[in-house]
């Protein structure tokens, strides 16, 4: 094309070509969006949890969003062991007091953050949360300690609505 | 060999002067030259032409009866069972048809490794193999879910959850993927409906793949090249039509054991426990022809190490043609090569059996050992062999190997057999 003259004809070939690929193209983005979630699904985006029947080491699971949401009153000694971790010895760096806006209450994802399976409570060597697919250890902090999760167990959005209610999401 | 085809009826020749349609099938399956040596491994072929048969029709009629709804697939499928007339003949076939269809395409694989079947000039057949065995992966994966048992639903999470070890975008995938914020009924219709587009798609790969073998010809045994025509070859039909439809009765027999006296025994029991998405469990496995792959997965210590490995041990297989740097294709004539790939078979069942054992200590250690090894084979052991083996002479033809040496005189000396 280089050593002949730029015609008409060139010009309306690249641009019927050009508005033709480009209608096609953002034609694509309806049909890759609507796997994404809907209207319905975000509808469902927060909870409220009332946190009166938990009593000091217990906990409960809650649905949020489809996925389960611990809800843990901790002990005093698992706030200490807690807190008392230094944060050169974790692989996701986080102070206790980041993750629990009220030490008391521990409230996370209940996603291992490695494959998504349950972590089971109370288990594992850090006496927190221990996944039982592929092996994950986390402290009662659910912070990742040992196993093939990359990052501690995620904590969602939340608010004291009163001393007895949290609102998540 | 297709233009020597004459239909015999009226009608036949009109159809065919206008669409030569039935000329091209009789080409293909009546006088199509074939190696004269071809063993028992080369009727797999036909086989899983009849297992792709057999799921896309069973997969049709329980299609009818089964409800792709996270609240309704687990009762529709008890349904099926109970009900449904002859329902759980067609479940269960549709089950274990899919395992043993796994089984058959491993061994044609594993036919194609020891015979070099994937070496030029057939190295794009055995890449379309290659996607056909990809396509498989994702029916199979996604037709587990379906009947939404608890190892449905954990097996979608674990595996969705892969993608949300992608650096940055992880996330936004995962939840494209589920249409929400976990595995539930959005993902549960999606992968209804390309459990439902695969097998068609992977059919069309299929005629592909028999229209490519169909240029150079069948590989043998001996792995030499033969005459199309010559004394080497004999006509399809009736020679491996009867062959392979002998073999597809064995299959059949064996196939129809599982079906009806064991037909649960290659599921797992967890799944006849509805999807629980607050209970994750104890031991999450994958179907057995996944474990391989699964023991790669969990081979790794680290998230995206861990999806990056297994999904390189599918991919390359795509690669071997060129990996593969001997010119002599069967492990017939090649001493070290014969035994490193039956060192990689059974190296590649250990990782299965690992597969299914809970990740930890020994046998994580040894799934890591054995992870090594099966990528070695790839890209040491096998680059490696083309230069250092030192290969046995090839026969000239197909008959040259099992003649006595008597005959041999009488050919040298130019008399006839």
């Excluded at chain 2, 199309?228 to 064996?254: C, E, N, R, W």
């Amino acid at each position: 094309m280089s050593d002949k003259p730029v015609t008409r004809r060139n010009f309306l070939y690249i641009t019927t070509g050009t508005f033709t690929a480009a209608g096609a193209a953002s034609l694509v983005w309806p049909f890759v969006d609507q796997m994404n979630p809907d209207a319905s699904v975000k509808a469902l985006a927060s909870t409220e949890v009332d946190l009166r029947p938990i009593t000091p080491g217990q906990s409960i699971t809650v649905l949020w969003r489809g996925k389960p949401v611990f809800i843990r009153r901790r002990t005093p000694e698992e706030i200490s062991e807690a807190k008392a971790v230094s944060l050169d010895e974790l692989p996701d760096p986080q102070d206790d007091a980041a993750r629990a806006k009220n030490p008391e209450w521990l409230v996370m994802v209940g996603i291992c953050t490695h494959l998504g399976c349950i972590p089971l409570g109370q288990k594992g060597e850090y006496n927190g949360w221990f996944c039982p697919c592929h092996g994950s250890h986390y402290d009662t902090s659910g912070r990742i300690r040992k196993g093939p999760a990359p990052t501690n167990l995620e904590i969602p959005d939340y608010v004291f609505l009163n001393d007895n209610t949290i609102k998540i999401g | 060999m297709s233009d020597n085809y004459v239909p015999k009826s009226a009608v036949g020749k009109w159809f065919n002067e206008r669409l030569p349609l039935l000329d091209l099938i009789y080409g293909h399956l009546m006088p199509y030259p074939t190696p004269k040596n071809l063993n028992y491994f080369w009727t797999f072929g036909g086989i899983l032409t009849f297992c792709l048969v057999t799921q896309i029709i069973t997969g049709l009629v329980l299609a009818m009866h089964y409800v792709a709804d996270a609240d309704l697939a687990f009762a529709s499928v008890e349904h099926i069972m109970r009900d449904v007339n002859y329902g759980w003949l067609l479940r269960y076939i549709h089950a274990n048809g899919a395992s043993l269809f796994f089984m058959a395409v491993y061994i044609h694989m594993a036919r194609s490794m020891f015979y070099g079947s994937y070496k030029e000039p057939r190295e794009l057949i055995w890449i379309i193999g290659v996607f056909i065995f990809l396509l498989m992966i994702a029916t199979a994966f996604m037709g587990y879910v379906l009947p939404w048992g608890q190892m449905s639903f954990w097996g979608a999470t674990v595996i969705t959850n892969l993608f949300s070890a992608i650096p940055i975008v992880g996330e936004s995938v995962t939840n494209w993927l589920w249409g929400g914020y976990a595995v539930g009924s959005p993902l549960l219709t999606r992968f209804f409906t390309l459990h439902y587009l695969m097998p068609f798609l992977i059919f069309a790969l299929v005629i592909l793949h028999v229209w490519a073998l169909h240029v150079p010809g069948n590989n043998n045994p001996e792995g030499i090249d033969v005459v199309k025509g010559s004394q080497d070859t004999v006509p399809f039909h009736p020679h491996y039509v009867v062959k392979d439809l002998f073999a597809l009765v064995v299959f059949l027999i064996i196939f129809a054991g599982f079906v009806f006296f064991v037909p649960n025994l290659l599921g797992h029991t967890d799944n006849y426990i509805q999807a629980n998405p607050l209970q994750t469990p104890e031991h999450i496995v994958p179907e057995w022809y996944f474990l391989p792959f699964y023991a790669i997965l969990r081979a790794v210590p680290d998230k995206l190490g861990g999806v990056i490995l297994m999904v390189s041990a599918i991919a390359i297989l795509a690669f071997l043609p060129w990996l593969d740097t001997s010119k002599v294709r069967s492990a017939k004539y090649r001493p070290l090569y014969k035994q490193f790939v039956w060192l990689f078979f059974a190296n590649t069942i250990f990782l299965g059996y690992l597969g299914a054992q809970v990740a930890d200590g020994l046998f994580l250690i040894m799934g890591r050992i054995a992870t090594v090894y099966y990528f070695a084979h790839f890209i040491i052991i096998l680059p490696l062999l083309g230069y250092i083996e030192k290969t046995k002479p090839l026969p000239k033809s197909l008959s040259e190997p099992v003649l006595t040496k008597e005959e041999k005189e009488m050919l040298a000396s130019g008399a006839t057999t």
